[in-house]
């Protein structure tokens, strides 16, 4: 089974709206982190915002949010008041335990979003 | 500042060739460092796993002798394409976890071969 399921391989929006990133993923871990990456042209990776499975609210980065719904294991990211700079792949990862009980195990990534914004 | 260092950032080759890319953590002491290949629109899909001073673990389908990983001290891991082919052509990327449930990445190297 995919650990991290984005079923949105293209979002558009407009210019200073807010859109939101589906994320879904699976694990049987108590613990894990959730992490979203950009990932522009250049190729780099960029990481927008984490959020701890045991965190009790949901994470915020400036204009990003991560809308963290435990029981149905979603990991939305929302991104407020878009600009044209966030055009690129965005991409929801998940981290769990290794077997070792440390959490400097690999990283799990989804197919990613292309968000195209418009002006 | 960067706190993985990724080298080069891009080549091109001959098909037959090898290639060598560097990972150089600049500020934690990379005991681990993982290895990714992303193709065109694809997401990151994990090659291998680098251990500090033993022998790295390669994700099924991998192959060892052709994708060779040496990580001898705390701040350097190294992949090198072995007789590169055309296929072999993709972005590859390391990952530096901290402690925390942090991660670094490199800056990626986009690799051709002609």
């Known amino acids: 089974a995919q650990k991290i399921t984005q079923t949105q391989p293209g979002m558009f929006v407009q210019e200073k709206e807010a859109v939101t990133l589906d994320c879904t993923y699976d694990?049987?871990?108590?613990?894990?982190?959730l992490f979203w990456y950009k990932q522009p042209s250049s190729g780099e990776m960029i990481f927008l915002i984490y959020?701890?499975?045991?965190?009790?609210q949901n994470a915020t980065e400036g204009r990003y949010s991560l809308n963290f719904q435990k029981a149905r294991k979603s990991a939305n990211l929302v991104i407020s008041a878009s600009q044209l700079g966030d055009s690129a792949m965005y991409f929801c990862a998940m981290r769990e335990r290794t077997d070792r009980g440390s959490t400097l195990g690999r990283l799990y990534f989804g197919r990613g979003t292309q968000l195209t914004v418009w002006p | 500042g960067a706190v993985v260092s990724q080298h080069p950032s891009w080549v091109i080759c001959k098909s037959g060739t090898s290639v060598k890319i560097e990972c150089r953590s600049l500020d934690f002491q990379a005991t681990t460092m993982f290895w990714y290949r992303q193709f065109p629109k694809q997401s990151l899909m994990l090659m291998a796993t680098?251990?500090?001073?033993?022998?790295?673990?390669?994700e099924q389908g991998v192959e060892k002798d052709k994708f060779l990983i040496n990580h001898a001290s705390l701040t350097l891991s190294t992949l090198t394409v072995t007789s590169a082919h055309p296929e072999d052509s993709s972005f590859y990327i390391c990952?530096?976890?901290?402690?925390?449930?942090?991660?670094?990445f490199g800056q990626g190297t986009r690799l051709t071969v002609v």
């Open positions: 694990t049987s871990d108590p613990s894990y982190g």
């Open positions: 990952s530096l976890p901290t402690p925390g449930w942090g991660a670094f």
């Open positions: 680098s251990n500090e001073g033993s022998k790295a673990t390669y």
């Open positions: 959020q701890g499975s045991y965190d009790q």
